[in-house]
C-alpha cells in the first residue's frame, strides 16, 4: 500500500480511546472494488463493543460539554490542518477501497475538510437569546446546550464527507460520537480517527465501530445514553433505524436517497446543460445521492441534445480510479453492477434504445461502460429507482407543465436540475419542483457554506451552513422570577 504515513492504515476500531479487536476477533474483509482483491480486514465488532463505545462517549460527555467552543473550535481548526496534510494518503485509501477515481478521492477529502474548517467557527456562533418578559419581575433567557452522545451511521459513496458532514458540527457542539461506517468502506474512517486522536479530542471523544450494521446499529438506536442519530444511506435503511430510535425519543438527522430529474428546456444552452449532466450524472460514477437519475429534455431539442451527450459520454475513460485520466472507476459490488443491468435491461425490454456504452467487457468485473439510454419511459424501473449508476436515460416532454408533474412523481425529494434562460420559467419552475436542493444552470453543488437535504422520503434535516450545528443542540428556556 503506497502511503507516506502507514499507520493510518488501521484494521482495528477506535473505543475509548484504545485501537480494539472484535471481542471474539472476528474480522470482515475489504476489498478493492477494481482488483477484487483484499485491502484489509477490520473487526467485526457487535453490540457488547458498541455498549463499551456509548459508555465511553458518556464519560467523555461530561467534561466535553464543559470545554468553551473556542477550545473545541482549535482542536477541529488542528484537525482539519492535519487532515489536509494528508490528503494524498487519506484519497489512496479511498480509492483502495471504494474504487474513485484518484482525483475525485483528492477532492472528497478537500470537502470533507472544509466541514472540519466550517465548524471549527460556527460552534463559536451558537447564540442564544433574551426575550422581552410579559411579567414584570421575570426575566426571559434562551440557551442552546450539546444534545449529547450521538450516533453515526454512513454510507460507502462518499466515505470522508459524510462523515465529517456530522461530525465537525456534532464535536463543535460539544457532543461525543459513536460512528459506524459502512463495511465496504471502513479505511478512510478509521484514518479519519487517527487524525482527530492526533489533533488531541479527549478519549471517547470519537469512536469507531466496524461490525454487523444490525448488531452495532441496533445497541446505537437502543441505548438510552445515545440521544441522537445521523444517518446518512438508503431511504429503506433510514426507515428502519427511524422505527429502531422511537422506543428512546432520540433526536433524527436523516439524508437518504434520491431520483433527481434534471429538465432540459428547449430554450437552454445545451452545451452548458450536457456539462451539468457530465457533472451531476456521472460523479463518482453515478453512484451519488443528488446525481441526476432521470433526464427530461424537451422536444424540440431531444436529438440534438441526445447527439451531443453520447458523443461526450462515448468519450469517457473507464478504469482502475489509480490510473491518470479515468473518469469512471468500478462500481462498489456486485449488487451495484446488478441493478445496472436489471434497469438497462428494464429499459430496452419496455421499449428503449442503449445509443452509447452500457456494457461490460468483461462480465466478473465490477466496470460497466457510461451509457445513454433514449425512448425511456415512466413505466420503466429507472424512473421509480435510484440507478446509483453511470446511466442517462433521456425522458421527452412537450410542456412546462408536463415535465414538472414527472418531476414531482416520486417519492423522493432530494435534489433537482433545470437548464433555461428564462426568469419568469426559472421562478415557477423552482417553486414547483418538491425537493430540499435545486440545480438552475449548474450541475453541481457540493458545498458546506449552503444547507444541504431533502424532503419526502430524502431524509429530515440539514446537513452543513449555520443550519447544520442546531440539529446537534437542544433549545432551553429560563424564566428567572422574583427580581424587583
Ligand atoms: N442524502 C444524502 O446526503 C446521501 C448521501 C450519500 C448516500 N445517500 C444514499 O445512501 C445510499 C447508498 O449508500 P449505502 O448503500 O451505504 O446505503 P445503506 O443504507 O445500505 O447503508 C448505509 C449505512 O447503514 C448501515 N446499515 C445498513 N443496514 C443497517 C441496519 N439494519 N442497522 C444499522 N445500520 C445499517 C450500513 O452498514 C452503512 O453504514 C443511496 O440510497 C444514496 O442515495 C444519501
Ligand atoms: O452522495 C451524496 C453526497 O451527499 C453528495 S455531495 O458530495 O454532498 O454532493
Redesign the pocket.
Known amino acids: 500500500m503506497n502511503l507516506q504515513d502507514i499507520t493510518l492504515f488501521r484494521q482495528q476500531n477506535l473505543v475509548a480511546g484504545e485501537w480494539i479487536n472484535a471481542d471474539n476477533g472476528a474480522t470482515i474483509d475489504v476489498d478493492n472494488p477494481s482488483t477484487l482483491s483484499v485491502v484489509g480486514t477490520v473487526p467485526n465488532c457487535g453490540s457488547g463493543e458498541t455498549e463499551r463505545a456509548i459508555a465511553a462517549a458518556e464519560t467523555c460527555f461530561a467534561t466535553f460539554r464543559k470545554t468553551t467552543a473556542a477550545h473545541r473550535g482549535a482542536l477541529l481548526e488542528k484537525w482539519f490542518d492535519l487532515i489536509m496534510e494528508a490528503q494524498d494518503d487519506l484519497a489512496t485509501l479511498m480509492t483502495l477501497e471504494q474504487g474513485k477515481p484518484f482525483a475525485e478521492a483528492r477532492g472528497e477529502i478537500a470537502y470533507a475538510a472544509s466541514f472540519v474548517k466550517w465548524f471549527a467557527e460556527e460552534g463559536k456562533r451558537v447564540y442564544g437569546e433574551t426575550i422581552p418578559s410579559p411579567v414584570q419581575d421575570r426575566r426571559i433567557i434562551v440557551q442552546k446546550q450539546p444534545v449529547g452522545v450521538c450516533a453515526i451511521?454512513?454510507?460507502?459513496?462518499?466515505p470522508a464527507a459524510?462523515i465529517t458532514?456530522k461530525i465537525a458540527p456534532a464535536l463543535a457542539a460539544g457532543c461525543p460520537v459513536v460512528i459506524?461506517?459502512?463495511?465496504?468502506t471502513p479505511f478512510t474512517a478509521l484514518a479519519l480517527g487517527v487524525l482527530a486522536e492526533r489533533a488531541g479530542f479527549p478519549s471517547g471523544a470519537v469512536n469507531i465501530l466496524t461490525g454487523d450494521?444490525?448488531g452495532?446499529?441496533?445497541a446505537?438506536?437502543g441505548s438510552p445514553a445515545v440521544r441522537k442519530l445521523s444517518?446518512?444511506?438508503?431511504?429503506?435503511?433510514?426507515k428502519?433505524?427511524m422505527e429502531?430510535c422511537a422506543g428512546t425519543m432520540k433526536r433524527l438527522s436523516?439524508?437518504?436517497?434520491?431520483n433527481a430529474p434534471f429538465i432540459v428546456f428547449d430554450d437552454a444552452d445545451l452545451n452548458l446543460a450536457v456539462e451539468g449532466v457530465m457533472a451531476s450524472k456521472f460523479r463518482n460514477g453515478g453512484?451519488?445521492?443528488?446525481c441526476a437519475n432521470r433526464i427530461f429534455v424537451q422536444a424540440g431539442v431531444y436529438d440534438a441534445f441526445a447527439e451531443k451527450l453520447a458523443a461526450v459520454v462515448g468519450n469517457m475513460k473507464l478504469g482502475d480510479g489509480f490510473v491518470d485520466g479515468v473518469e469512471i472507476g468500478p462500481m462498489?459490488n456486485e449488487a451495484a453492477i446488478a441493478k445496472i443491468r436489471s434497469h438497462l435491461d428494464d429499459a430496452t425490454a419496455k421499449g428503449g434504445t442503449v445509443i452509447v456504452g452500457g456494457t461490460q467487457e468483461d462480465t466478473s468485473t465490477r466496470f460497466i461502460s457510461p451509457a445513454v439510454v433514449t425512448g425511456v419511459t415512466s413505466d420503466m424501473l429507472v424512473a421509480d429507482e435510484?440507478t446509483?449508476g453511470p446511466v442517462a436515460p433521456l425522458f421527452k416532454f412537450e410542456t412546462e407543465g408536463e415535465a414538472l408533474a414527472a418531476a414531482n412523481a416520486t417519492p423522493y425529494g432530494?435534489a433537482a436540475y433545470f437548464y433555461t434562460n428564462d426568469l419568469t420559467r426559472t421562478f415557477r419552475v423552482s417553486e414547483e419542483l418538491e425537493t430540499g436542493m435545486i440545480g438552475i444552470n449548474v450541475g453541481g453543488f457540493a458545498t458546506e457554506v449552503a444547507p444541504?437535504?431533502?424532503i419526502k422520503e430524502?431524509?429530515l434535516g440539514r446537513?452543513g451552513a449555520h443550519h447544520g450545528i442546531d440539529e446537534y443542540l437542544e433549545v432551553k428556556t429560563l424564566h428567572i422570577g422574583g427580581i424587583a
Open positions: 451511521i454512513t454510507p460507502w459513496n462518499f459524510m458532514r459506524k461506517p459502512s463495511e465496504f450494521p444490525a452495532v446499529g441496533g446505537l438506536t444517518f446518512t444511506g438508503s431511504t429503506r435503511v433510514g428502519l433505524l429502531q436523516l439524508e437518504l436517497g434520491g453512484q451519488t445521492c443528488v462498489i435510484e446509483f432530494l444541504f437535504g431533502g430524502s431524509g446537513e
